[in-house]
């Protein structure tokens, strides 16, 4: 199981801070996730980047360790 935790727009599009997820690729997890939050969460996830166990990570095929921590982090604005 992974443990994904979602933050600020990405909280507010799956309706919760944090799941238990079975995955075992980032594109596994994304394709669950959107199943399990629906629409809005699939319109948001997209944009936003994940952190593996606090390591960014762009590849689909990455694989997933039971236990890992992922974390949803939606692009942020600021200076």
């Known amino acids: 199981m992974v443990t994904v935790r979602f933050f600020a727009?990405?909280?507010?599009?799956?309706?919760?801070a944090e799941a238990r997820v079975s995955a075992t690729t980032v594109a596994e997890?994304?394709?669950?996730?959107?199943?399990?939050?629906?629409?809005?969460?699939?319109?948001?996830?997209?944009?936003?980047g994940l952190l593996v166990d606090g390591v960014s990570n762009h590849e689909d095929l990455s694989t997933l360790t039971?236990?890992?921590?992922?974390?949803v982090l939606p692009p942020f604005a600021g200076g």
């Open 9 to 16: 727009g990405a909280r507010a599009a799956a309706g919760v």
């Open 29 to 48: 997890l994304k394709a669950v996730l959107v199943k399990e939050y629906g629409a809005e969460l699939a319109r948001v996830l997209p944009a936003c």
């Open 66 to 71: 039971d236990g890992a921590t992922v974390d």
